[in-house]
């Protein structure tokens, strides 16, 4: 069994909590969404989704938030979010930007 790696990520607690309540609905956790996320990161070598430009007025406050995902996924995403100038902490904020906005995770988990 591969060694896990916890990432933990900072992010706006109000979009943490709009986040989650959108990934409940569509009947995912946020763990989850977060280690799809990364599994999608290092299999595409890209983010798993065109990032778009929407308005949400953030809380001015955050919280940290985590997950954990086998050491060989961790830095092979940590590579390619440098390459991108992001870490996973701004990468985690596109993808609940995204997900918050449409209502549903932005790629398809496993294509």
Do not use: C, W
Not at 26 to 53: C, V, W, Y
Not at 66 to 76: M, R, V
Request: hydrophobic letters at 45%; aromatic letters at 10%; proline letters at 5%.
């Amino acid at each position: 069994m591969p060694y896990m790696r916890k990432v933990s990520v900072r992010i706006d607690v109000k979009l943490k909590d709009d986040f989650a309540r959108t990934l409940d609905e569509i009947g995912l956790d946020l763990t989850n969404a977060m280690r799809s996320f990364a599994f999608q990161l290092a299999r595409k070598k890209a983010l798993p989704f065109e990032p778009g430009h929407f308005e949400y007025k953030m809380s001015g406050k955050t919280t940290v938030t985590s997950f954990k995902a086998p050491d060989t996924i961790i830095d092979e995403g940590n590579a390619i979010l440098q390459e991108l100038g992001l870490n996973y902490s701004s990468a985690i904020r596109l993808l609940a930007l995204q997900t918050v906005a449409e209502g549903a995770i932005p790629f398809r988990a496993g294509a």
